[in-house]
């Protein structure tokens, strides 16, 4: 109780440094809670990807697009167990390059024979799991269906139309017949469709002058591989480019390397907030020193009435670490508001950014506990080293 | 018998890079068990030194002073801590409490530190009744008059039953009403309880209420009296 009465009674001076300690805090973990959002994005993007092989069209044909003439070639390959088409296409067309953050919205299909090789499972959270016979349903991600505000049973017109939309732009009523569980990776910004319907909607994407030349039961976005157990896919990948013609097979490995961007961006986040923080230790660290010198002749008393040299040194490394701990709280109670806001806001524009999870709160409140004991070790030591004498003469 | 013996205390400081200010000169007096003495002398004579010494806040540049029989100067600095905090209490001139604590927590302030705790909560407030104070113990420093916080510091110094109570300038910041009032408490004290004061003033009015007065003056004893009758204006309190 002594400690909150000593906070109390400087109450400018602490608030103040509570507040700079508070920004420090915020700015942790807003900048965590990017970095927590991308790497469970970039964590899930590895899963899925380490665990098969993308094979696209490497022909002069349509960027985008493959032909499922591949998949018969690609299965006699050596190694591998089953080829599988995958259609991938913008779900808002013309709203990627605007925005940056967040995984774009995407209309899938995904083989249903896929969920027993990949790593990224999925589940569903309402509803049911496509039907395989039946045409005309969606099976949204958690993410998109709370973006569109759908619930099972609802209807959702896919792709979504842009505001500036072509006069020959076409979209199709989709049933909501499940929503899936949220993953915090590809799977929760993804409208799931049967293949009849993907294959519609990816001939419907393509230009006009080569949408009519193409058969759209034959198109898929890609073909999914999966080895056999114990396969290298790496060396599968390069085997599938050396036999079948006209395909690009890209090595898992090459995959996952290029999410080492998104650990650049979580090292500059967490260096940045870190800068932040250092702000607040020096404030801690100057309103403790004042604290010391304003109270040389509490110290004195304490000492005169049998306190040691660490008793002192305790009570203001205690003092230090709550001030230091009130500000981590009020910082990071803030900052996981205001992620919830920016989210909520920015969920209407596909920009879904923040993910506080609980190993954020202990990181924001560890740093806000070793900031304040950290910060609190000086004073304390001046305190402890106090000379009782001259502060009893001093006032 | 003898509770404090000092011998040839001599005290130092330093005062800039050159100077040094001597401000105890080789005193040597011994003081009873139970005694209640004043210590007189002009501003820079010495008081706060002798008692800063008596009371282990300072170690002398040579000398001893002996507590009870120990030579305290050969203790560790723990141990001058801790006897300190378990024989000797202690009242200043102002600003004696901590003002984030209540009246019975001050009181209670050096348990705290002896590893007593709440245990010794019956006691502090017996020692607030004793002062007077027993209606104003969650009042907080702010709240009471500076004769009711001397009061409460009198009752902090006794907290842990100490053999010596060392008073700097008690009566320093009061008007006389208030001074008789807590030389009277100081002296009730004494009487009952058996516990050594030494109270330092440069009221000779108030040094001579008490039953001895030693004069310091330039850091030496100028003059140790034993006032069989004393004649200040506490007699007429007794």
Same mark, same amino acid.
């Given at each position: 109780? $002594? ?31 990017? @970095? $927590?959002? =991308?790497?469970?994005? =970039? ?6 990807? #380490? ?9 002069? !044909?349509?960027?985008?697009?493959? #032909? ?10 050596? !190694? ?33 024979? $896929? ?9 569903? @959270? ?16 958690? %993410? ?36 899936? *569980? *949220?993953?915090? /990776? ?72 290029? =999410? %080492? ?135 | 018998?003898?509770?404090? $013996?000092?011998? %040839?205390?001599?005290? *130092? ?9 001597? @401000?105890?000169? #080789? ?44 030579? /305290? ?16 209490? =202690? ?23 002896? !590893? ?61 009403? /208030? ?60």
């Amino acid at each position: 109780m $002594e400690i909150f009465h000593n906070i109390a009674q400087r109450r400018l001076r602490n608030t103040l440094t509570i507040s700079g300690i508070a920004i420090g805090i915020l700015a942790l973990t807003l900048t965590g809670a990017m @970095a $927590e959002h =991308f790497h469970a994005q =970039f964590e899930g993007g590895v899963t899925y990807f #380490s665990s098969n092989i993308q094979v696209t069209d490497d022909a002069a !044909g349509y960027a985008g697009v493959i #032909s499922l003439s591949k998949i018969d070639p690609i299965q006699k390959v050596p !190694g591998v167990a089953v080829a599988l088409p995958s259609i991938g296409l913008m779900a808002r067309p013309g709203s990627a390059g605007g925005v940056p953050l967040g995984l774009p919205d995407t209309i899938v299909y995904t083989d249903p024979r $896929e969920r027993d090789h990949t790593r990224l499972k999925t589940a569903i @959270a309402y509803g049911r799991q496509l039907q395989p016979s039946r045409q005309g349903e969606v099976v949204l991600g958690y %993410d998109l269906a709370s973006e569109f505000r759908v619930r099972v049973g609802d209807s959702l017109d896919l792709p979504i139309r842009p505001p500036n939309a072509n006069p020959d732009f076409v979209n199709h009523p989709f049933k909501v017949v499940g929503i899936l *569980k *949220k993953t915090n /990776t590809l799977p929760d910004a993804t409208a799931s469709v049967g293949l009849f319907d993907a294959q519609m909607l990816l001939q419907e994407s393509l230009p006009a002058s080569f949408r009519d030349r193409v058969d759209p039961s034959s198109l898929a976005s890609r073909i999914t591989v999966y080895g056999k157990p114990g396969a290298d896919l790496d060396r599968l990948a390069d085997r599938i480019n050396a036999s079948v013609p006209g395909v690009k097979a890209t090595r898992p490995t090459d995959f996952v390397n290029s =999410f %080492d961007q998104g650990a650049r961006f979580t090292a500059i986040a967490i260096g940045t907030a870190l800068l932040a923080i250092l702000f607040g230790a020096v404030l801690v660290v100057n309103t403790m020193l004042v604290a010391v010198i304003d109270r040389r002749r509490e110290i004195a008393l304490k000492v005169t009435f049998g306190a040691r040299a660490w008793h002192i040194g305790v009570e203001y490394l205690l003092e230090a670490t709550m001030i230091a701990l009130v500000g981590g709280v009020i910082g990071f109670a803030v900052g996981a508001g205001l992620a919830a806001l920016l989210d909520l806001a920015g969920r209407t524009v596909d920009m879904d950014v923040f993910l506080v999870t609980d190993r954020l709160a202990k990181v924001a409140l560890g740093f806000a506990l070793a900031l304040g004991v950290g910060a609190g070790i000086i004073p304390a030591l001046r305190a402890a080293r106090l000379d009782p004498d001259l502060a009893l003469r001093a006032l | 018998m003898v509770a404090i $013996e000092v011998r %040839d205390l001599t005290r *130092k400081y330093r005062q800039g890079e050159a100077n040094t200010v001597q @401000a105890l000169d #080789s005193v040597t007096l011994s003081i009873d068990a139970g005694e209640f003495v004043s210590l007189v002398g002009r501003s820079g004579s010495g008081k706060t030194t002798f008692l800063h010494c008596v009371g282990l806040l300072l170690r002398p540049t040579s000398g001893q002073v002996i507590i009870d029989g120990i030579d /305290t100067t050969a203790l560790t600095d723990g141990q001058r801590t801790d006897f300190r905090g378990r024989r000797i209490g =202690f009242v200043f001139r102002d600003q004696n409490l901590l003002p984030t604590l209540t009246a019975l927590q001050n009181v209670m302030l050096p348990l705290r530190y002896g !590893g007593i705790g709440r245990s010794g909560r019956n006691r502090a407030r017996e020692l607030l009744d004793l002062v007077g104070l027993g209606d104003v113990t969650h009042h907080r420093p702010g709240q009471l008059t500076v004769g009711q916080s001397q009061r409460v510091a009198i009752a902090r110094a006794l907290i842990r039953a100490p053999t010596l109570v060392l008073a700097d300038e008690p009566t320093g910041e009061v008007d006389n009403e /208030t001074s008789d009032e807590l030389l009277f408490i100081m002296q009730q004290l004494n009487r009952t309880s058996g516990v050594t004061f030494i109270i330092a003033t440069h009221d000779v009015d108030v040094a001579t209420c008490m039953d001895r007065m030693i004069r310091l003056s330039d850091g030496q004893v100028g003059a140790d009296e034993r006032l069989r009758v004393p004649r200040g204006r506490l007699t007429s309190l007794r």
